[in-house]
């Protein structure tokens, strides 16, 4: 048989039934839309919130802390972390390198003044010191700041920072949002040994420094603003001269994971507190696959009650072109034949269910992101667009309607591609 009598034969079957047709495309096009959302869901789960996750949490970095203890209503917090334990841990041969973490041991407020939208403010910061090693990678330049160079001090500043005043300060103070992109190269003044609401004053003439934000870090532990820690050292020391430098925190990086347990023990030798980063990460990281199961849950309810009327409507398209199969095997007709005709019914269901399915989620995208997509452009942590769907999807909604629509047509098929041409023709007049 040719190819155009093929199509025709195939044609001429199909169309036969074109009220169950039009209901097998139905059905087929809103599981292979569930699909694809839930299967977009999954690829942002997989590809952009476990790496990003990671990037956070390194395994192999623990977080060395002072101790705490709760009384009543206060925390208290042991002594900070001495050059003598620091040179003690980075002495561990478990230990790959250690980094420095520095608070600020008097008041530093912060002078904006953002000439593009016209606006300017003062606010007290939270202002940290380390080593660049620890940010150097992230913000892709050196981090130091020669003293007297006349340059402006290098400012890192927290994403979750950026958050916070995208969705607090801005907006109840009715200011101008900012993106990650217009937070780069911003300058500013730090005020160092001031306050603006005149808390711990200093005996110390306050001294203003020019700034300038040099990038952004995603690190947990560096909310608020980040200098280089000999800066931070040397004004330490002018505001506070008689306090020794101890640090608020160590990042330790570990030579491999399973050196933690070593530094735990070490760590609790000297009486300071430890937090393996793997630990959390496995925390957040179970928070994750949690959803992913729930999403496969739901997915496999939903393909379950779909799948009953696919299979059902097929099971009476199939049933119903039986006799007239089989007066095609007892005029020539192969098995294979009958293959082809159960293949024709499938695909020209599954294609435009497949092309409408795909229309469908993209509608269903671009709603979620003009309704959203504004807030979530706020949010620096969230680097790309949850809601967007890519190429993989669109290749795996057309897929998932062709599984559904050629399973239950090929095992509806086999019995009659088995069965005697008789058989067949003997279940319903012609």
């Known amino acids: 048989m040719r190819g155009g009598s093929w199509f025709w034969l195939v044609r001429r079957d199909v169309f036969s ?169 911003v300058s500013f003044d730090l005020l160092f040994g001031e306050s603006t609401l005149d808390l711990a004053a200093s005996s110390v003439e306050p001294e203003m420094r020019s700034a300038r934000i040099a990038g952004l870090t995603d690190n947990p532990t560096l909310f608020g603003l980040t200098i280089p820690i000999e800066t931070l050292i040397e004004y330490n020391k002018k505001y506070q001269p008689h306090k020794p430098v101890a640090y608020s925190t160590l990042h330790v990086d570990l030579a491999s994971p399973e050196g933690a347990e070593a530094v735990e023990a070490k760590a609790t030798e000297l009486k300071i507190g430890f937090e393996a980063q793997r630990e959390k990460l496995a925390r957040y990281l179970q928070i994750v696959l949690t959803l992913e199961a729930i999403l496969a849950s739901a997915l496999s309810v939903v393909l379950a009650l779909a799948g009953i009327g696919i299979f059902t409507t097929t099971a009476a398209s199939v049933r119903e072109r039986r006799p007239a199969w089989g007066l095609h095997r007892a005029t020539g007709l192969g098995r294979f034949g009958v293959f082809v005709l159960a293949t024709g019914h499938a695909l020209t269901a599954a294609i435009p269910a497949g092309i409408a399915a795909c229309l469908l989620s993209l509608g269903v995208s671009v709603a979620l992101t003009n309704t959203f997509g504004s807030w979530l452009e706020q949010l620096t942590i969230i680097s790309a667009n949850p809601f967007a769907l890519g190429l993989e999807v669109y290749a795996a909604i057309m897929i998932s309607a062709a599984v559904l629509a050629l399973i239950p047509a090929w095992l509806f098929a086999l019995p009659i591609m088995a069965a005697q041409p008789i058989s067949l023709l003997s279940e319903k007049s012609l």
């Open 17 to 185: 039934q074109k009220t169950r047709l039009g209901i097998l495309v139905f059905s087929i096009t809103l599981s292979a839309a569930i699909f694809g959302l839930v299967f977009s869901s999954f690829m942002f789960l997989r590809e952009e919130v476990r790496p990003r996750l990671r990037e956070m949490f390194p395994e192999r970095r623990v977080i060395l802390r002072p101790t705490t203890s709760t009384m009543m209503f206060f925390q208290m917090e042991g002594p900070k972390i001495s050059q003598d334990v620091t040179d003690q841990i980075a002495a561990m041969p478990e230990v790959a390198m250690v980094h420095r973490q520095l608070s600020a041991n008097f008041p530093v407020s912060a002078n904006f003044d953002i000439e593009t939208f016209n606006v300017g403010f003062s606010t007290d910061v939270i202002l940290l010191g380390v080593d660049k090693m620890l940010v150097e990678d992230s913000i892709g330049s050196q981090f130091v700041w020669p003293p007297h160079d006349g340059n402006p001090i290098p400012v890192i500043v927290s994403e979750y920072f950026v958050d916070a005043y995208n969705l607090g300060f801005a907006e109840s103070a009715n200011l101008p949002k900012l993106s990650p992109n217009a937070v780069k190269g």
